[in-house]
Every structure is written in structure tokens, then in C-alpha cells.
């Protein structure tokens, strides 16, 4: 950013980082919560079952997959909305 001094460049990019750092932390969180629980189920062994690590293994990858999709679509409305703001400027 223009007009900060080197100093207050450190504490936004320290600020941001910590913010990114967290905001990791709740989504992987999250998936974790949403796999474990939708897939396992029976407590009576230590080891997970067979199926137990086949629908972790899909549902991780699925979850992945649609985050992914989701910010290839965030960054395709991104630059639509973008482009246009930049259209109505140039008028």
C-alpha cells in the first residue's frame, strides 16, 4: 500500500498474516469436524475401518474440490465486477 511508512508496511503485512494464518486454521477446523463426523462412527477399535478411511479420503477431496471451485468462481465474479466498476470510471 502507498503512504505507509516501512514500519506500519511490517505491522500490516504481520496483521494480515495472522488473520490468513487464522482464518486457515477455522476452514481446516472445520473439514475435520464435517469429515470426522460423516464418517466415523464406530468407537469399540483405536483403528479406523477401511470404510471409515475410504470416506475421509472422499470426503477431504470433495471438500477440497468444491473450495477450490468456489474461489475460482470468487475470482472470475471478482474481475466481472472489477472490469465493469473500471467501464463506468472510464465514462
Given amino acids: 500500500m502507498e503512504g505507509l511508512t516501512p514500519a506500519e508496511q511490517r505491522e500490516l503485512d504481520q496483521r494480515l498474516q495472522?488473520?490468513?494464518?487464522?482464518?486457515f486454521m477455522t476452514v481446516f477446523g472445520n473439514l475435520v469436524d464435517n469429515c470426522f463426523n460423516a464418517c466415523v462412527d464406530d468407537f469399540t477399535s483405536k483403528v479406523l475401518s477401511g470404510r471409515e478411511t475410504g470416506c475421509i479420503s472422499r470426503c477431504v477431496i470433495k471438500s477440497m474440490t468444491t473450495q477450490a471451485r468456489l474461489g475460482e468462481r470468487f475470482a472470475e465474479l471478482n474481475a466481472a465486477m472489477t472490469a465493469e466498476m473500471q467501464q463506468k470510471m472510464s465514462r
Fill in 18 to 23: 495472522k488473520r490468513q494464518v487464522k482464518e
